[in-house]
């Protein structure tokens, strides 16, 4: 999920805040599938010395399974096993950090983040929490951190968030699910291996690559979009449709799907998500829900913002066969409802990509309300 604030977008003129932003892109990134052999020679350049461990952060999915043997451990490096069931924490983030300071009282040489988005958002932000004091909730929000991470290296194994590619890690706090935005939250090296993403369910594969196809969307209908979005969004629009709607080779599929989350990340990077985001957000708060499938029970609904992408959604979910939960909303309190408004009102600057400066006019606490006792 993105949550940048205005000034992280090209229209913001205001105080000390640039007019564009300066935005940080990975500097190293490796494509191919069987990549991930080559994370050992990669990792050995960057070691500081043999007691200077990198600690890999690991999916548990892979607990057991034939790629955690693959992982190039060497000297003290540690591998760490983490559940993806649910989204990052900062007290999660807080506990990591303490451990690795405890075992490691040195510097470690880096992190390696191998997973999804759930694993790729704790690695980074392990990585800068390793370099900053106190907790991780202190740097949640944009440029609050002060110190560069450590080096840290994403490899994803399922395909959609873009979050390999982001200057955000999205984590629930004590008050507030936000990102740690800022210049050092980006990875310093990125392995896309699309082999890695084999194992994925057919549901998860659609719900989080539903999630690269929702941002598109978003990006590509939005008041923020410019040239630099609108090529990167076209282009994983393009493979989205390739990998769900063409009868692709499941090895072609594994390839452009990897390829599209990379786009779509970086189209939203310089633009802003919108309806399908700001109201999922509201959803994952209140309910836990996670972002792919959040993402994918409120755009079902939103024909009236998105009818032709909407349309195309309903032509994939069928040919994929992907049947979502129903009646989630439907015990929920009036207390509850509004808290899922209030969360997702609070998404500014995506109501005002999607439906431009005057969207109170359109999006009222009603209007809300109605969409989300459609789920
Ligand atoms: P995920 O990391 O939550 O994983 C979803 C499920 O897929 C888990 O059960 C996981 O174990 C499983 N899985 C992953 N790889 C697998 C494999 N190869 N084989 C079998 N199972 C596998 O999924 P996600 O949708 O990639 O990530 C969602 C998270 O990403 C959320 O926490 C969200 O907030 C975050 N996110 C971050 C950004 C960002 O820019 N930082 C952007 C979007 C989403
Ligand atoms: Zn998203």
Redesign the pocket.
Known sequence: ??FKDKSEIKYTISGHNPKYKNFPMVPRVVFGQGSFNQLGDILMAKRKHSDSPFIFLV????EGAELAVRIPAIFCDQIIFI???E??KTHQVDALVQKIRNDFPEYVSGIVGI???????LA?AVAIMLNNEGSSSVYQGWDLVGKPSVYHVGV???S????EV?R???LLGPKKKL?INSDYTTFDQVLLDPD??????KE?WF??GM?CYIHCIESLNGSYLNAFSQSYGEKALELCKEVFLDGLTPSESRDKLMMASWHG?MSIAYSQVGVAHAMSYGL?YLLGV???IGNCLVFQHLAEFYPEGVALFKIMREKHEIHLPEGVCAHLSDEEFNTMISVSMGMVPLWENALGQDWRKIITPEKLRSIYQKI
């Open positions: 999920m993105e999916d548990d999915v892979f559940s993806a069931e989204e990052p997973g999804g988005g759930t694993l790729m958002d980074k994803p194994t399922i959609g968030t873009g979050a982001s955000t890690t999205v990102g890695l993403t084999q194992g994925v369910s998860q719900y989080t999630d990340g994952s996670k972002h792919g």
